[in-house]
DNA sequence: CGACGAGGTTACCGCGCGGTAACCTCGTCG
DNA sequence: CGACGAGGTTACCGCGCGGTAACCTCGTCG
C-alpha cells in the first residue's frame, strides 16, 4: 500500500501530517495511532523518528513558529518606512496565514498555552514580534514598557484578526491578505482616533 | 471526609472545581476522575448532576462567559463619552480577569476552539464585545464591515493583553488593572499615530 | 547469490479514561 | 421506631491511549 521512503522524506511526511492533525484536534486530542494512520504507516514507524508525541509536537510547533516569523521579518525588513514596514508586516502575516491556516490553529489553538514547554515556544515567536514593532515606535517620552506593551497589542490584534478572518471565510477569502492588512495596519497606525462623541 | 451537600450547592461546588481543573489541564486534559477527586466526592456524584464531561465543560464555559460579559457592558454603560467607555470596558475586562483568572483561560485556552459547540460559545462572547464596540465608532464614510473588523482588533487587544498580564505577574499584578486599562485604552484611541520616521 | 541494513509491520503491554449498575447511610417525618 | 428518599460510595465495563519487543522484506553491493 504505502510506498517506502528514504528516512529524511518520511520524516518530512510525518511532520507535514501531524501538523493537520494537531491542527485539527490539539495536542491532548490527538493520538500517535491517527497520525500514523493518516500517513500511511504503523506507530512504529512514527517513534523510529520521534521519541514520543511531546517530542512530535514540539518539532512541529518549532517548524511553524520558523517559518512564519521568517516571513513577517523578511517582507517588514523590505519596506523602508516605519508605516510601510507596519503594513508590510501585516500583509505578509496574512497571506501566510491564508496558505498555512493549520499552521496558524497549531500554534495559536492547539492547546500550547497549556503545557509550559510549548507554551515557552509559541512566548518566543510573539517576543519577536513584538520586539521588531517596539523599535518601529519612536513617540516621545514614552516609556519601554509601555512601548513594549503597545507592541504586545498590535500583534494581538493581527492574531485575533486573523481568527475571525479565517472562521468567516471557509474557503474563499473574502477581504484578500492585502485588503485585510490595509484595514487593520490602519487601524495599528491610527487607532480610533477619529471617534467623536454621537 | 467530605460532608453531605444540598443538591444545589454541591452543583455550585462542582462547577467552581471543574473551572479550576479545566483552566489548568484543558479540556481534554482534564478527568472526570480528577475533578471528583478535586471535589472530595466520587465519579458517580458528578454523573447525578451534569450528564456529560462535554455537557459540564459547556456550563462552565457558558457560566463564564457570560458573568465576564455581564461586568464589562455594565461598566462601560456607566461611562458617558465614547472615550469613556473604551476606558470603562477595559479596565473592567482587566479587573474580572485579575480576579478570575481561571475563568480568563478557560474562555481562551481551554482548547474551545477546538470543538465546534464550544467555539460557537466563545464566538458569541466575543460577538456581544466586538458588536457594542462598533457602535461606539461613528467613522466618517467608514463601511459596517470595516467597523466590525476594526471592533475586532478592540477585543483582540483586550484578550492578548491580558495573556501577556497575567504571565508576566503570577502573583503581584505589576500594573494594576486600571494603569493598564489607561495605557491600553490610549493604544485603542489613539493607536500608533505618534509614530514618526526615526 | 547471499549477507546486510534501511525501512517497515505484527502483536502486544499496562494504564487511565468516560460512563454506569447496584448498593449503602442517615436525617426527617408519620 | 420504621419507612423513605436525598446524597452518597463500591466496583466494575470496554476502549483507545502512549509506547515497545520482536520480527519481516527487499534493494544494493561484494
Same mark, same amino acid.
Given at each position: 500500500m504505502s510506498t517506502r521512503l528514504p528516512a529524511s522524506q518520511r520524516r518530512r511526511q510525518l511532520l507535514d501530517v501531524a501538523l493537520i492533525s494537531f491542527a485539527r484536534d490539539g495536542f491532548q486530542g490527538t493520538s500517535m495511532n491517527r497520525i500514523a494512520e493518516a500517513a500511511g504507516v504503523t506507530?512504529?514507524? &512514527?517513534? !523510529?523518528?520521534?521519541?514520543?508525541?511531546? $517530542?512530535?509536537?514540539?518539532?512541529? %510547533?518549532?517548524?511553524?513558529?520558523?517559518? %512564519?516569523?521568517?516571513?513577517? &521579518? @523578511?517582507? *517588514? =525588513?523590505? *519596506?523602508?518606512?516605519?508605516? =510601510?514596514? /507596519? +503594513?508590510?508586516?501585516?500583509?505578509?502575516?496574512? $497571506?501566510? /496565514?491564508?496558505?498555512?491556516?493549520?499552521?496558524?490553529?497549531?500554534?495559536?489553538? *492547539?492547546?500550547?498555552?497549556?503545557? +509550559?514547554?510549548?507554551?515557552?515556544?509559541?512566548?518566543?515567536? @510573539?517576543?519577536?514580534? *513584538?520586539?521588531?514593532?517596539?523599535? %518601529?515606535?519612536?513617540?516621545? =517620552?514614552?516609556?519601554?514598557?509601555?512601548?513594549? &506593551? &503597545?507592541? !504586545?497589542?498590535?500583534?494581538?490584534?493581527?492574531?485575533v484578526t486573523s481568527r475571525h478572518w479565517l472562521r468567516s471565510t471557509d474557503d474563499s477569502l473574502d477581504p484578500s491578505p492585502e485588503a485585510l492588512a490595509a484595514q487593520v495596519a490602519t487601524l495599528a497606525w491610527s487607532g480610533l482616533r477619529g471617534i467623536e462623541a454621537p
Open positions: 506507530k512504529p514507524v &512514527l517513534y !523510529q523518528h520521534f521519541a514520543s508525541k511531546r $517530542a512530535l509536537f514540539g518539532e512541529v %510547533l518549532a517548524d511553524v513558529g520558523e517559518r %512564519l516569523a521568517t516571513e513577517i &521579518l @523578511e517582507a *517588514a =525588513g523590505r *519596506a523602508t518606512t516605519p508605516r =510601510g514596514q /507596519v +503594513a508590510g508586516g501585516f500583509e505578509a502575516y496574512f $497571506a501566510f /496565514v491564508a496558505r498555512n491556516r493549520d499552521a496558524f490553529f497549531v500554534l495559536f489553538g *492547539a492547546g500550547s498555552a497549556l503545557d +509550559a514547554e510549548f507554551a515557552a515556544i509559541v512566548r518566543r515567536f @510573539e517576543a519577536d514580534m *513584538a520586539e521588531t514593532i517596539a523599535d %518601529l515606535i519612536v513617540i516621545e =517620552g514614552l516609556s519601554p514598557d509601555h512601548r513594549r &506593551l &503597545l507592541a !504586545q497589542g498590535i500583534v494581538g490584534i493581527a492574531e
